[in-house]
């Protein structure tokens, strides 16, 4: 019903979710009053601190099944990544020098490979079907004697595709490689257990997940080696030096203990309205393409190609909604997506595409208006242009 939600609608939740009011509340005492530093071990400040960042690890690791001493915080998932991923490279430099990890990676695992890669890495690029799945024969294939990581993401930020972490991992272990995932845009959203899945790092954010933005977390399993990238006084048992982010980190922690309770329920309501978005356009539009697998997805994910209409064009017609045409962090470039690319889709097939992102305070309103929106926008398109 036009007039029965907020304008502009915000529908880029893989960009990143507004913060969770009770997150807010969560937060803002170690903003004022209890502002002190959570290494200061000699005053009730410092106490007070440290206590909050205790309680947040705890609930951090209680939504992916860790224990507390294995979340390492960092100012990010990119921190995280390049920590992962960079820090086991020279902690097991002498047992071998390859990587494995797939194309549709976020920037900052291929950029953390390149940047090994210059330094004497060996990395293989796994391609992904036009599912956007690895394969994972492919996978099996690419083991070699002085593999040391294999980093595969959960979740992709563009297509929401999961990848089969649970098969990935098993392939690992039997190995006896580390295996690392970028799990940001699946923490709060899937369920995440780092034991099922054989994960010894995984890449966490707040601010995909209703959290603050400017804090994250790795996940290190207990017994796993990671040197540390910045030099420091040796915070976080010497894997991150840095004074902690209280405030950003009690967020965090907050964020993820209502993911835990509301993870279920949410996830199904959410899958509810992605569904009838895509099932509007699809009963009154013709000529479009969902990129990625729909088995395999998150629950908040569409991610189509309206062909014969350029995704910028139409994101211009329909300025009251925020969606993305491709990753929000190269949204600056105008090159096609390498994640589309690489599933096969053709220049003028990538550069059609929308990702919606639908998330916690997304509605039924909210979801018909903009089906209602981009059903006029391609329509009024084609026309001007037809083909
Ligand atoms: N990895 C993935 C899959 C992401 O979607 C993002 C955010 O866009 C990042 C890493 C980077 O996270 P952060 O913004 O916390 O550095």
Same mark, same amino acid.
């Given at each position: 019903?036009?007039? @029965?939600?907020?304008?502009?609608?915000?529908?880029?939740?893989?960009?990143?979710?507004?913060?969770?009011?009770?997150?807010?509340?969560?937060?803002?005492?170690?903003?004022?009053? =209890?502002?002190?530093?959570?290494?200061?071990?000699?005053?009730?400040?410092?106490?007070?601190?440290?206590?909050?960042?205790?309680?947040? /690890? =705890?609930? +951090?690791?209680?939504? +992916? #099944?860790?224990?507390?001493?294995?979340?390492?915080?960092?100012?990010?998932?990119?921190?995280?990544?390049?920590?992962?991923?960079?820090?086991? *490279?020279?902690?097991?430099?002498?047992?071998?020098?390859?990587?494995?990890?797939?194309?549709?990676?976020?920037?900052?695992? $291929?950029?953390?490979?390149?940047?090994?890669?210059?330094?004497?890495?060996?990395?293989?690029?796994?391609?992904?079907?036009?599912? !956007?799945?690895? @394969?994972?024969?492919?996978? /099996?294939? *690419?083991?070699?004697?002085?593999?040391?990581?294999?980093?595969?993401?959960?979740?992709?930020?563009?297509?929401?595709?999961?990848?089969?972490?649970?098969?990935?991992?098993?392939?690992?272990?039997?190995?006896?490689? $580390?295996?690392?995932? @970028?799990?940001?845009?699946?923490?709060?959203?899937?369920?995440?257990?780092?034991?099922?899945?054989?994960?010894? &790092?995984? #890449?966490? %954010?707040?601010?995909?997940?209703?959290?603050?933005? !400017?804090?994250?977390?790795?996940?290190?399993?207990?017994?796993?080696?990671? #040197?540390?990238?910045?030099?420091?006084?040796?915070?976080?048992?010497?894997?991150?030096? !840095?004074?902690?982010?209280?405030?950003? +980190?009690?967020?965090?922690?907050?964020?993820?203990?209502?993911? =835990?309770?509301?993870?279920?329920?949410?996830?199904?309501?959410?899958?509810?309205?992605?569904?009838?978005?895509?099932?509007? $356009?699809?009963?009154?539009?013709?000529? &479009?393409?969902?990129? !990625?697998?729909?088995?395999?997805?998150?629950?908040?994910?569409?991610?189509?190609?309206?062909?014969?209409?350029?995704?910028?064009?139409?994101? %211009?017609?329909?300025?009251?909604?925020?969606?993305?045409?491709?990753?929000?962090?190269?949204?600056?470039?105008?090159?096609?997506?390498?994640?589309?690319?690489?599933?096969?889709?053709?220049?003028?097939?990538?550069?059609?595409?929308?990702?919606?992102?639908?998330?916690?305070?997304?509605?039924?309103?909210?979801?018909?208006?903009?089906?209602? /929106?981009?059903? @006029?926008?391609?329509?009024?398109? /084609?026309?001007?242009?037809?083909?």
């Amino acid at each position: 019903m036009p007039g @029965d939600h907020r304008s502009p609608i915000y529908l880029d939740n893989h960009a990143t979710t507004p913060v969770d009011p009770a997150v807010l509340e969560a937060m803002l005492p170690y903003l004022s009053g =209890k502002f002190g530093n959570a290494a200061s071990h000699s005053h009730s400040f410092g106490w007070q601190a440290s206590e909050a960042v205790n309680t947040a /690890r =705890k609930q +951090i690791a209680e939504l +992916i #099944s860790a224990s507390p001493q294995e979340i390492v915080f960092t100012s990010g998932a990119t921190e995280s990544d390049n920590l992962a991923i960079k820090g086991v *490279a020279d902690a097991y430099r002498a047992k071998g020098d390859h990587i494995i990890t797939a194309v549709t990676e976020h920037a900052a695992v $291929l950029d953390t490979c390149r940047h090994l890669e210059k330094s004497g890495f060996r990395v293989t690029w796994l391609p992904v079907q036009c599912n !956007g799945l690895i @394969d994972l024969e492919q996978l /099996r294939n *690419a083991f070699q004697p002085k593999t040391i990581l294999v980093s595969i993401m959960a979740a992709n930020n563009e297509i929401g595709v999961l990848q089969l972490l649970k098969e990935i991992g098993e392939l690992c272990r039997e190995r006896g490689v $580390l295996f690392h995932s @970028d799990a940001v845009q699946a923490l709060g959203r899937m369920p995440l257990d780092v034991n099922a899945l054989s994960l010894d &790092l995984a #890449s966490l %954010t707040a601010h995909k997940c209703y959290g603050p933005k !400017g804090c994250g977390a790795l996940y290190v399993r207990s017994g796993v080696k990671v #040197s540390q990238i910045m030099d420091g006084g040796g915070h976080e048992r010497g894997m991150r030096s !840095g004074t902690l982010n209280v405030p950003g +980190i009690a967020g965090f922690g907050k964020a993820c203990e209502i993911a =835990k309770k509301t993870l279920p329920e949410e996830s199904c309501r959410i899958a509810g309205l992605r569904n009838r978005l895509r099932d509007r $356009l699809q009963a009154e539009l013709d000529e &479009l393409l969902i990129n !990625g697998s729909e088995e395999h997805r998150l629950p908040g994910n569409l991610n189509v190609s309206f062909l014969n209409v350029d995704g910028e064009t139409l994101m %211009t017609a329909v300025n009251d909604v925020a969606v993305s045409s491709g990753a929000a962090c190269h949204s600056d470039k105008i090159d096609a997506s390498h994640v589309l690319k690489a599933l096969g889709r053709s220049d003028e097939e990538a550069g059609s595409a929308i990702r919606f992102g639908i998330g916690r305070f997304n509605t039924e309103a909210e979801i018909d208006y903009v089906a209602g /929106r981009f059903i @006029d926008a391609v329509k009024k398109l /084609r026309e001007l242009s037809p083909v």
